[in-house]
């Protein structure tokens, strides 16, 4: 038996989870193109394209949670795989957040009114959970052998360390990232894409294996709903405090501590 026919179930795996994760870009950016069409009202359609931002990382996320799980041959493949995919996200989800710390960030700086703010909020959290419970409708179908439904119901605990570090691990993620977004609008878009896909990747690379690295509160509701249920105050102080106090921080930082970082940012912004 050659070394291909021993690998070809896996690679037929693979395949099948990529061309999965793909689909669901392909299905969200029609319906983001029909909603542009058909949908006038403001609230209307920014409330549908937030939600389908969320089911779309959520979605894919739940995939590549999946792939890495395998024990490639490559160490390399997971990240690699997560920068992809950071790619497509930055360049279709253009105009949506996707995380509710980037709507709070918007707010607290006045760039989006607490009308606007709360609507996208409950689109991002019922998309977040409209998406897993896609996953295990799709995972029960068996398409490989790693697709069970009972997994995506599961309580997979991510949380390697204890408390306070996972604290201060999710909100340095969602600090760096957020002061990263926030301060490389500047920058060419091509590039600006490329740089915060690389600033993802290293980040779930450092802080993958104690945390997940997902500073992310809707994400990491899609991903762990089950342990929320069972141990709902440790992973409310880790995926949703942490990640608000990096922004907290953030705009604490750059507004009174180095205002003049964000004032030259937001006289670029103006000019």
């Known amino acids: ?53 969320t089911f779309q990382l959520c979605f894919c996320t739940h995939e590549l949670q999946l792939l890495s799980e395998q024990e490639p041959r490559h160490p390399t493949w997971p990240l690699t795989l997560i920068y992809f995919f950071s790619l497509v996200h930055g360049l279709t ?10 709507v709070m960030m918007q707010m607290m700086l006045g760039g989006m009114s607490a009308e606007i703010g709360g609507m996208r909020l409950l689109a991002q959290l019922m998309g977040a959970l409209c998406s897993r419970y ?96 069972e141990a709902f105050l440790q992973f409310f102080i880790v995926y949703w405090l942490a990640p608000s106090l990096g922004i907290l921080l953030m705009i604490l930082m750059f507004s009174f501590f180095l205002p003049w970082l964000h004032n030259n940012n937001t006289i670029n912004k103006k000019e």
């Not at 950016?29 to 542009?36: E, M, N």
């Open 1 to 53: 038996m050659t070394a291909l026919q021993v690998l070809w179930p896996e690679m037929q795996d693979t395949c099948t989870s990529l061309g999965l994760m793909l689909s669901i870009v392909l299905f969200t950016g029609l319906a983001r193109v029909v909603t542009r069409q058909q949908l006038n009202r403001p609230m209307a359609h920014a409330f549908v394209l937030e939600f389908l931002a």
């Open 93 to 102: 989800l253009v105009g949506t957040s996707s995380n509710p710390c980037g």
């Open 134 to 229: 896609c996953v295990g409708a799709l995972w029960s179908l068996e398409l490989t052998k790693y697709h069970v439904r009972d997994r995506s119901f599961a309580c997979r605990n991510p949380i390697q360390v204890d408390l306070p570090k996972a604290v201060i691990i999710e909100a340095i993620c969602s600090f760096i990232f957020h002061s990263a977004l926030l301060h490389f609008q500047e920058v060419r878009t091509q590039l600006r894409i490329h740089l915060l896909s690389a600033l993802i990747t290293f980040l779930v690379y450092a802080g993958g294996s104690l945390t997940g690295a997902v500073f992310n509160p809707a994400l990491a509701l899609s991903l762990h709903f089950k342990c929320f249920d």
